[in-house]
T-cell receptor
Framework: DTGVSQDPRHKITKRGQNVTFRCDPISEHNRLYWYRQTLGQGPEFLTY????????KSRLLSDRFSAERPKGSFSTLEIQRTEQGDSAMYLC??????????????FGPGTRLLVL | AQKVTQAQTEISVVEKEDVTLDCVYE???????LFWYKQPPSGELVFLIRRNSFDEQNEISGRYSWNFQKSTSSFNFTITASQVVDSAVYFC??????????????FGAGTTVTVRA
């Protein structure tokens, strides 16, 4: 049983650079969520997809952030012109919407981003 | 406004002691879900338990038990006979998006549990 995977696990970049993260959900899960977690805080919702459709974006997701899930399978989260305030753990989760467990999200290991 | 409050920042216990984590939530919805997740040092959030707002029956699952009280908007979690491997950050989370079908989670700030051998 393969869980949610994320790549890379760690990313160090310089301010102003673009970065892209990938998330592969549990294979039969049609919903995919992105969260951001800063040090000492709980995760905060960023956006979510059902299949390939992006259904909601948080106000935390500025214009520099974009997420895609082109074929309804893996998803990418891109941050353009990174700022030091973008340093955080980016977590991906998936869930089986339409089933008896649709409310439960299963998380990946996260991508820890450090912007210098 | 914070929807989920975990007042305890850190708890330190000796192995085999019981640990109870407090969680207070705020919602106007009548239908919602509550969760506990564990985040070990590796960073991955591990799902532990789920409870829906219709079911206030308290349960025990192995060394985990929970106490859901709608009247006080509390969803407390207990680890019985703690072990060193229980050392982690524990998050309480609320899902209100039942009618809107989004099920997005609102998390508390977490409680760091340290179990000493």
């Amino acid at each position: 049983d393969t869980g949610v995977s994320q790549d890379p696990r760690h990313k160090i970049t310089k301010r102003g650079q673009n970065v892209t993260f990938r998330c592969d959900p549990i294979s039969e899960h049609n919903r995919l969520y992105w969260y951001r977690q800063t040090l000492g805080q709980g995760p905060e919702f960023l956006t979510y997809f059902q299949n390939e459709a992006q259904l909601e974006k948080s106000r935390l997701l500025s214009d520099r952030f974009s997420a895609e899930r082109p074929k309804g399978s893996f998803s990418t989260l891109e941050i353009q012109r990174t700022e030091q305030g973008d340093s955080a753990m980016y977590l991906c989760a998936s869930s089986p919407y339409g089933t008896s467990s649709q409310e439960t999200q299963y998380f990946g290991p996260g991508t820890r981003l450090l912007v210098l | 406004a914070q929807k989920v409050t975990q007042a305890q920042t850190e708890i330190s216990v000796v192995e085999k002691e019981d640990v109870t984590l407090d969680c207070v939530y705020e919602t106007r919805d009548t239908t919602y879900y509550l969760f506990w997740y564990k985040q070990p040092p590796s960073g991955e959030l591990v799902f532990l338990i789920r409870r829906n707002s219709f079911d206030e029956q308290n349960e025990i699952s192995g060394r985990y038990s929970w106490n859901f009280q709608k009247s006080t908007s509390s969803f407390n979690f207990t680890i019985t006979a703690s072990q060193v491997v229980d050392s982690a950050v524990y998050f309480c989370a609320l899902s209100e998006g039942i009618l809107s079908n989004d099920y997005k989670l609102s998390f508390g700030a977490g409680t760091t549990v340290t179990v000493r051998a």
